[in-house]
């Protein structure tokens, strides 16, 4: 009877030392375009359009709002480590080029690279301005709003705020 209770206590401590380090894993996350090297390859610079490229890859990621229209095609894979922030562990991009008349002018594959790592530097953002107490922070604008209409004529004008 002895041996049993003895087995079931080893059993049942591995059981829990086996979910506690299963939860520790990494978490491995895909994020945006999923990748058809074969469909990438199939799209030809002077050769396809804005149509036949959507046909082809589907809608970008997302497409420049300002200058020469590019499209985006963006996929990443992230990593979790446990307890950890997630890190960017592959990337890469894709930005089509096209020219004035809708026609595909070039591709360019970006990796890597293209990831900046930002550390900030201590856990407050530094703002322009003089420092305040907290007895200025309570009672600084005491007296402040209203003071020039309290009793007397205020010298603001009759007119909106749009000058109207």
């Known amino acids: 009877m ?5 087995k079931a206590w080893l059993s049942v401590a591995s059981l829990g ?3 506690a380090v299963s939860g520790c894993s990494s978490i491995t996350d895909h994020r945006g375009y999923i990748i058809d090297q074969a469909l ?7 050769i396809d359009n804005r149509q036949s490229v959507e046909k082809t890859l ?21 990593k979790t480590p446990p307890f950890r922030r997630p890190r960017t562990a592959e990337q890469t991009i894709y930005r089509l080029r096209f020219d004035g008349t809708g026609n595909l002018a070039a591709i360019d594959k970006r990796g890597m690279e293209q990831v900046a790592r930002i550390s900030p530097e201590g856990a407050k953002t530094p703002t322009l301005g003089r420092k305040r107490g907290l007895l200025e922070d309570l009672f600084g604008n005491v007296g402040a709003v209203g003071a ?9 004008p009759t007119t909106g705020p749009n000058g109207s």
Do not use: K, M
């Open 17 to 19: 030392l086996l979910a």
């Open 2 to 6: 002895r041996s049993f209770g003895h």
């Open 58 to 78: 589907g809608h970008p990621t997302f497409a420049s709002q300002f200058g020469p229209q590019d499209w985006y095609y963006i996929s990443q894979t992230v």
């Open 40 to 46: 990438v390859d199939a799209v030809q610079p002077g």
């Open 148 to 156: 020039a209409g309290v009793g007397g004529t205020s010298q603001a």
